[in-house]
C-alpha cells in the first residue's frame, strides 16, 4: 500500500524531479555544445586532420543535363586527395540536383551550409541558383565558384564564374561572324527565356551599333529543347539565313544541323559554348563538314567557353589524363568542375589570407586575396577577389569541325582564344 | 506556307501515333498515360545498345520495340496488380509514377551527350516544292491513321476486341463472366509501349537526344487525344497532325515565343466545349 503524501512532500518530490530533468538537459546541451565544436565541419580552431567540406548544386534532371560537373569536380578532388590533401586537409565533397527548380535551389544551398557546414560551393551548374540564393549567399558571405548560368551570377559579390558566360559568348560569336566569317545573312534563335532576353536584345542592340555592317536578318526565340527543331530550320530557309546563331546544348546542334539538312537549308551553324561536347563531330559525321550542307556552309562552329579536350596545353592534357583515370566523360560541364575545383584549390594552397581553410572565412580570405590564376582551359587568368561582381573570364575559343574533330577556328588571338570587353551592364 | 505546314508534319507523325497510344488506353484501360511517351522513349533508347554491337539499323529497331514491349509488360503488371479496382484519376496519376522513373532513368541513359540512333531509312527525304521531307515522317504519319483504322475494326471484329470491349465497360463483370482482365490489362499496356516505342524510333535519328523533351511529347499528344474528346481514334490522330502544322505555323508568325502555349489553348477550348452545357453554379 503506498503512503499517503502530504502536500509538502508532494511539492517536494515534484521539485526534485523537475530539477533532475533540468540537470540531464543541461549536461545534453553542454555535451552536444562541445562535440559540434570538435567537429570537422564547423571547426574554428582547425584541427590538422580537418576535412574541407565542399558542396555543388546542378540542374541535372531539370532538361539541362550539367551532371558532368559533378563528375568534372570529383576528378579533381580525387587527385588532390590523392597527392594527401591541401596543407593535410582531405576535401570531402557532395552534389545536389535541383532539377532546375527554384524551391530546391534554395532548399539544398541551406543544407550545404547550415546542415552539411559546407565551408564553399564549389562547380555550381544550376539554372535558378544565382536569382534564387543571391540574396542568402550575400548575407552570409558564402563563396562560390562556378558556372555563370544566369546574369544574376555575373553581379554577386560571391559568386565567381569561370566561364565567359552566355553575354560573353554572344559578343564573340558576333564578332567572329562579322569580322571572319562575313555572311551576306545572319539569324539568331534565340532561348525563349524571360530572364535574359531583355539583355539579349540591349547587348545586340549596342554591337550593332559599334560594329558597321553588322546586321541580322532576323531573331527567333524558340524553347528547341522541347520541340522538333524542323519548323525553326524551315522558317530560317524561308529568312534565307545563311548563318544561323544557337544558344543550345549540344544534342540539339545536332538535331538542328541534321534537321536542316532534311528540308535543305544551306547555312553555317554557330552556337555558345554549352554546345561544346568531344561526340558532336562523330556524331554529325560527314554532315558536321564544312560544306556538308551546300555552299554557303562554313561549317560547324562552337563559342567554347573553355579549351577544348584536344588542345595541346599542358593544364587540359593533365585534366584529359586524369579524367581517363577516373572515367569522367570530357564536355564543358566537366571542364567546369575541373576548372572550379582547380582554381579553389589554388587559392587554399596559397591562402594568402592566412586564416582557418577549413572553415568558410578562412576559405573566403584566401579566395579574396588569391593572386590571378592562369590555367590553359581559360582565356585569361581567373581571380574571385574582393569585388562586388565577378567576370574574369573575357573570351571565348571559336572551334570548328574538320576532319572529324574539333579544331582552333582560324582568324583568333594568339593563345587560339577570341578576347572581348566585359559587356555593359544591363539597363 | 505549305513550307511550314510540311514542316509541322514531323512532329505531328509523332503527336499523331501517341495520341491515338492514349484514346485507346484511355477507352480500354480506364487510364490517362502521362508516361506514355517516356516508357516509349525508354524502349527506343534500348536501340543504342544493340547499335553499339554493329546490328544493322531494322533489327536495332525491331528489338528497340521488343524491349518497348517488355517495359509494358512491367507497367500493365504493376497497373493490373494494384490499381485494377481504381477509379480513373488514381490510375491516371499513377502513371505520373512512371513518368518520373522513367525521366530519371531515361537522364541517365540520355546523359547530355550525343548519339546517333539507328535511323532504318537512312535519312533519305523526299522533296515537295523545294522543301525536303523525310520519309521517316511520311510513314509515321501514314501508320497513325492505319494503326487508327486497324484498331477501331479489331476491336468491333474481332473476338479478342470484344473481350477488351467489354473489360473497358463493366470489368468486374467481364472478370466474371472469364475474361482474363489482368492479361489483358498487361496486353493493352504493352500494345501501347510497342506504339510508343515505334512513335520515337521515326523521330529519333534526327530530334534531341535529351531525355526530357521526349518524355513531355506527351502533352501534345493528350491535347490531340483531347479534340478527339478521348473517344475518337480518328480525330486524335487528326488532331495530333494539326497541332503539329499549327505549332510550326505559329512559330513563324510574331506569336513564335507563345508556341508551347498551343497544346494548353487547345485543351481550354475542349474542356469548354465539353462542359458547355454544365450551368456555372451548379456545382454549388
Same mark, same amino acid.
Given at each position: 500500500m503506498h503512503a499517503v503524501l502530504s502536500p509538502g512532500d508532494r511539492r517536494r518530490r515534484v521539485s526534485r524531479r523537475v530539477s533532475a530533468i533540468a540537470a540531464v538537459a543541461a549536461a545534453s546541451l553542454l555535451i552536444a555544445a562541445c562535440s559540434s565544436s570538435s567537429s570537422p565541419s564547423g571547426s574554428s580552431s582547425g584541427s590538422a586532420t580537418a576535412d574541407i567540406k565542399i558542396g555543388q548544386i546542378d540542374s541535372i534532371s531539370g532538361g539541362y543535363p550539367f551532371g558532368d560537373a559533378v563528375a568534372g569536380a570529383q576528378s579533381y578532388v580525387a587527385m588532390v586527395n590523392a597527392a594527401g590533401g591541401i596543407h593535410g586537409h582531405k576535401i570531402v565533397f557532395e552534389s545536389g540536383?535541383?532539377?532546375?527548380?527554384?524551391?530546391?535551389?534554395?532548399?539544398?544551398?541551406?543544407?550545404?551550409?547550415?546542415?552539411?557546414?559546407?565551408?564553399?560551393?564549389?562547380? !555550381?551548374?544550376?539554372?535558378?541558383?544565382?536569382?534564387?540564393?543571391?540574396? &542568402? $549567399?550575400?548575407?552570409?558571405?558564402?563563396?562560390?565558384?562556378?558556372?555563370?548560368?544566369?546574369?544574376?551570377?555575373?553581379?554577386?559579390?560571391?559568386?565567381?564564374?569561370?566561364?565567359?558566360?552566355?553575354?560573353?559568348?554572344?559578343?564573340?560569336?558576333? !564578332? $567572329?561572324?562579322?569580322?571572319?566569317?562575313?555572311?551576306?545573312?545572319?539569324?539568331?534563335?534565340?532561348?525563349? !527565356?524571360?530572364?535574359?532576353?531583355k539583355y539579349y536584345d540591349q547587348l545586340r542592340a549596342e554591337f550593332v551599333a559599334s560594329?558597321?555592317?553588322?546586321?541580322?536578318?532576323?531573331?527567333? &526565340?524558340?524553347?528547341?529543347?522541347?520541340?522538333?527543331?524542323?519548323?525553326?530550320?524551315?522558317?530560317?530557309?524561308?529568312?534565307g539565313c545563311d548563318l544561323i546563331m544557337l544558344s543550345t546544348v549540344a544534342p540539339n546542334l545536332v538535331a538542328f544541323v541534321k534537321a536542316a539538312k532534311q528540308v535543305g537549308l544551306d547555312a553555317t551553324f554557330m552556337c555558345l559554348g554549352s554546345c561544346y561536347d568531344a561526340s558532336v563531330p562523330k556524331t554529325l559525321g560527314a554532315l558536321g563538314e564544312p560544306g556538308a550542307l551546300g555552299p554557303k556552309d562554313q561549317g560547324v562552329f562552337v563559342a567554347a567557353e573553355l579549351a577544348p579536350i584536344n588542345d595541346p596545353s599542358p593544364d587540359v592534357q593533365a585534366m584529359v589524363a586524369q579524367f581517363k583515370?577516373?572515367?569522367?566523360?570530357?564536355?564543358?560541364?566537366?571542364?567546369?568542375?575541373?576548372?572550379?575545383?582547380?582554381?579553389?584549390?589554388?587559392?587554399?594552397?596559397a591562402n594568402k589570407g592566412?586564416? !582557418?581553410?577549413?572553415?568558410?572565412?578562412?576559405?573566403?580570405?584566401?579566395?579574396?586575396?588569391?593572386?590571378? $590564376?592562369?590555367?590553359?582551359?581559360?582565356?585569361?587568368?581567373?581571380?574571385?577577389?574582393?569585388?562586388?561582381?565577378?567576370?574574369?573570364?573575357?573570351?571565348?575559343?571559336?572551334?570548328?569541325?574538320?576532319?572529324?574533330?574539333?579544331?582552333?577556328?582560324?582568324?583568333?588571338?594568339?593563345?587560339?582564344?577570341?578576347?572581348?570587353?566585359?559587356?555593359?551592364p544591363p539597363n | 506556307m505549305y513550307e511550314q505546314i510540311l514542316g509541322g508534319l514531323v512532329a505531328g507523325g509523332v503527336y499523331a501515333a501517341l495520341a491515338v497510344c492514349v484514346v485507346v488506353m484511355y477507352q480500354m484501360l480506364g487510364v490517362l498515360s502521362f508516361a506514355q511517351s517516356a516508357l516509349g522513349a525508354l524502349g527506343a533508347c534500348s536501340m543504342l545498345w544493340f547499335q553499339s554491337f554493329g546490328m544493322n539499323p531494322w533489327l536495332s529497331v525491331l528489338l528497340g520495340l521488343v524491349v518497348g514491349a517488355a517495359i509494358g509488360v512491367v507497367a500493365g503488371w504493376i497497373m493490373a496488380? &494494384?490499381?485494377?479496382?481504381?477509379?480513373?484519376?488514381?490510375?491516371?496519376?499513377?502513371?505520373?509514377?512512371?513518368?518520373?522513373?522513367?525521366?530519371?532513368?531515361?537522364?541517365?541513359?540520355?546523359?547530355?551527350?550525343? $548519339?546517333?540512333?539507328?535511323?532504318?531509312?537512312?535519312?533519305?527525304?523526299?522533296?515537295?516544292?523545294?522543301?525536303?521531307?523525310?520519309?521517316?515522317?511520311?510513314?509515321?504519319?501514314?501508320?497513325?491513321?492505319?494503326?487508327?483504322?486497324?484498331?477501331?475494326?479489331? @476491336?468491333?471484329?474481332?473476338?479478342?476486341?470484344?473481350?477488351?470491349?467489354?473489360?473497358?465497360?463493366?470489368?468486374?463483370?467481364?472478370?466474371?463472366?472469364?475474361?482474363?482482365?489482368?492479361?489483358?490489362?498487361? @496486353?493493352?499496356?504493352s500494345a501501347g509501349c510497342v506504339v510508343s516505342t515505334m512513335a520515337l524510333v521515326f523521330v529519333l535519328p534526327t530530334s534531341t537526344t535529351s531525355f526530357p523533351p521526349l518524355a513531355y511529347l506527351i502533352v501534345p499528344a493528350t491535347a490531340a487525344a483531347l479534340l478527339g474528346l478521348l473517344q475518337n481514334i480518328y480525330m486524335a490522330a487528326l488532331g495530333g497532325v494539326l497541332i503539329g502544322i499549327a505549332e510550326s505555323l505559329v512559330l513563324a508568325s510574331r506569336f513564335g515565343r507563345y508556341t508551347d502555349a498551343i497544346p494548353f489553348l487547345i485543351v481550354v477550348a475542349v474542356m469548354m466545349y465539353w462542359r458547355r452545357k454544365d450551368v456555372w453554379s451548379e456545382a454549388r
Open positions: 540536383d535541383d532539377k532546375g527548380q527554384a524551391s530546391e535551389a534554395a532548399t539544398l544551398a541551406r543544407k550545404f551550409v547550415e546542415q552539411d557546414g559546407d565551408v564553399a560551393l564549389i562547380g !555550381d551548374s544550376s539554372l535558378p541558383e544565382c536569382p534564387t540564393n543571391q540574396g &542568402y $549567399y550575400t548575407q552570409n558571405k558564402v563563396p562560390i565558384v562556378g558556372t555563370g548560368a544566369q546574369p544574376q551570377c555575373f553581379a554577386q559579390p560571391f559568386f565567381q564564374p569561370v566561364n565567359a558566360g552566355p553575354y560573353i559568348g554572344h559578343e564573340v560569336m558576333w !564578332d $567572329y561572324t562579322f569580322s571572319q566569317l562575313k555572311p551576306a545573312s545572319v539569324c539568331q534563335l534565340e532561348q525563349n !527565356d524571360p530572364t535574359s532576353i560594329h558597321p555592317g553588322a546586321k541580322f536578318t532576323e531573331v527567333t &526565340y524558340v524553347n528547341d529543347a522541347s520541340k522538333d527543331p524542323t519548323p525553326a530550320v524551315t522558317q530560317a530557309k524561308q529568312a583515370k577516373t572515367n569522367t566523360p570530357a564536355d564543358f560541364w566537366s571542364e567546369i568542375g575541373w576548372l572550379s575545383m582547380a582554381e579553389v584549390v589554388n587559392a587554399l594552397t592566412g586564416g !582557418d581553410i577549413t572553415t568558410s572565412a578562412g576559405v573566403v580570405a584566401a579566395l579574396q586575396k588569391m593572386d590571378p $590564376y592562369t590555367n590553359g582551359l581559360a582565356a585569361t587568368p581567373l581571380i574571385f577577389g574582393t569585388a562586388q561582381s565577378h567576370a574574369p573570364n573575357l573570351g571565348s575559343k571559336m572551334l570548328l569541325i574538320k576532319n572529324g574533330d574539333w579544331t582552333t577556328a582560324p582568324g583568333q588571338g594568339s593563345n587560339g582564344f577570341t578576347i572581348v570587353k566585359a559587356p555593359t | 496488380r &494494384y490499381f485494377l479496382e481504381a477509379s480513373v484519376e488514381v490510375r491516371s496519376a499513377a502513371t505520373v509514377g512512371f513518368l518520373v522513373a522513367s525521366v530519371a532513368i531515361g537522364n541517365r541513359i540520355l546523359n547530355g551527350s550525343t $548519339y546517333s540512333f539507328p535511323d532504318p531509312f537512312g535519312g533519305r527525304t523526299v522533296t515537295i516544292g523545294g522543301q525536303g521531307i523525310p520519309i521517316a515522317t511520311l510513314v509515321e504519319v501514314t501508320l497513325a491513321f492505319v494503326l487508327a483504322v486497324g484498331i477501331s475494326v479489331g @476491336l468491333k471484329k474481332t473476338f479478342l476486341g470484344a473481350q477488351l470491349r467489354a473489360m473497358s465497360e463493366r470489368a468486374t463483370t467481364a472478370q466474371l463472366l472469364g475474361v482474363r482482365v489482368g492479361l489483358l490489362t498487361v @496486353l493493352v499496356w
